[in-house]
């Protein structure tokens, strides 16, 4: 059982910066392929970005791919979402995901573990 817990959310300008983070509990979460999602009020959860076990490679959603940065500190149980360029239609709230394989998915329903997640929104 993983249990995974967001923040870092908050209001910000649009053109500004935030940091998500999403600890995880586990022993093995080094090996846990990880990845970002997000759900604007009214859409689907779309997909974000996603890191594999071990942080080896990273796939990114056209949308945010060159304004997002995914990371991970094993050490930590942390995987980051680092966010830049932020747009209005950046707003949502952002999930956390875990599967327990050091692959790589961009897909919703590849992953077991979901934080609750934390809002981002950005204002014009």
């Known amino acids: 059982q993983v249990q995974l817990v967001e923040s870092g959310g908050g209001l910000v300008q649009a053109g500004g910066s935030l940091r998500l983070s999403c600890a995880a509990s586990g022993r093995t979460f080094s090996s846990h392929a990880m990845g970002w999602f997000r759900q604007a009020p009214g859409k689907a959860r779309e997909f974000a970005a996603a890191i594999s076990g071990f942080g080896t490679r990273t796939y990114y959603a056209d949308s945010v791919k060159g304004r997002f940065t995914i990371s991970r500190d094993n050490a930590k149980n942390t995987v980051y979402l680092q966010m830049n360029s932020l747009k209005p239609g950046d707003t949502a709230v952002y999930y956390c995901?875990?599967?327990?394989?050091?692959?790589?998915?961009?897909?919703?329903?590849?992953?077991?573990?979901w934080g609750p997640g934390t809002q981002v929104t950005v204002s014009s």
């Open positions: 995901a875990a599967r327990p394989d050091s692959g790589l998915y961009y897909a919703y329903g590849a992953y077991d573990y």
